[in-house]
């Protein structure tokens, strides 16, 4: 079913997360009356509850300037970083964090190298977010993986892994699972390290990783005879 228009207007790629009892939804390009792109960005954030469909205003955001930025809950806070300008010209730099028992915006230190949108890599440990950043080129090559602390604000370059992760890294039962070209890596958040726990052989995988009770399953591949992986954690 359809649900309630935003109050904001009509709206494409905002930055949203489910805190556990409603979607916060913030930014977002802002289509026109006739249903056409604009370069202009909703500098206001809201909140859909599914349960009511119905929404309401929060806080407004110290600054939005992007579309298409990373969004990620950590349990306490939604955090957006970078995305991409409207216009197309360059991707933007730093972030913000929204607590919503204190209805506050707090703004985050920005990346140290590199660019980071909802097309980046990425993953909650439960103390920090990993993420792949790109280096901004048309390429959209990507660089070493980074990992943001909110408690302390910072970043950190961390070990280097799988550059171009097949699928969007999973972390589960205290491991970051990623899977790359026809292996499966696991990083070990206290030892900094990178092992791989399985290897597939040729097959590269393209889809997303997906927590099952049988184990972490990735379906789609470069080849025909293969559909994707199931990857089992040692116990």
């Known amino acids: ?79 957006v970083i970078g995305g991409d300008n409207p216009n197309g010209s360059l991707l933007a730099s730093g972030g913000i964090a929204y607590d919503p028992s204190a209805d ?53 370059g961390i070990a280097d892994g799988p550059a171009h992760p097949a699928a969007a890294p999973l972390w589960t039962d205290g491991r970051l699972i990623v899977f790359f070209k026809g292996a499966a890596m696991v990083y070990d958040e206290s030892t900094d390290a990178w092992i791989t726990e399985w290897d597939g052989g040729q097959a590269e995988f393209s889809g997303t990783a997906l927590d099952t009770p049988s184990g972490v399953v990735i379906v789609g591949s470069w080849s025909a005879d293969v559909g994707g992986a199931i990857y089992t954690p040692p116990t």
């Not at 979607?23 to 500098?43: A, N």
């Not at 859909?48 to 806070?77: C, F, H, K, M, Q």
């Not at 070493?144 to 602390?149: G, K, S, T």
């Open 104 to 156: 506050r915006w707090r703004t985050l230190a920005s990346p140290p190298i590199g660019f980071v949108s909802a097309r980046s890599p990425s993953a909650w440990t439960g103390t920090e977010l990993l993420v792949w950043p790109s280096d901004g080129g048309g390429s959209s090559m990507r660089i070493a993986p980074m990992a943001y602390n909110p408690t302390t604000d910072t970043w950190r």
């Open 1 to 79: 079913m359809q649900i309630t228009p935003d109050p904001r207007g009509a709206t494409s790629e905002p930055a949203s997360v489910w805190d556990g009892a409603e979607v916060l939804v913030v930014g977002g390009r802002v289509i026109d009356g006739q249903q056409v792109f604009t370069d202009e960005v909703r500098p206001t954030a809201v909140a859909y509850s599914p349960d009511t469909d119905t929404w309401r205003s929060i806080a407004r955001p110290p600054t939005v300037r992007a579309i298409n930025s990373l969004a990620a809950w950590t349990g306490r806070e939604m955090l």
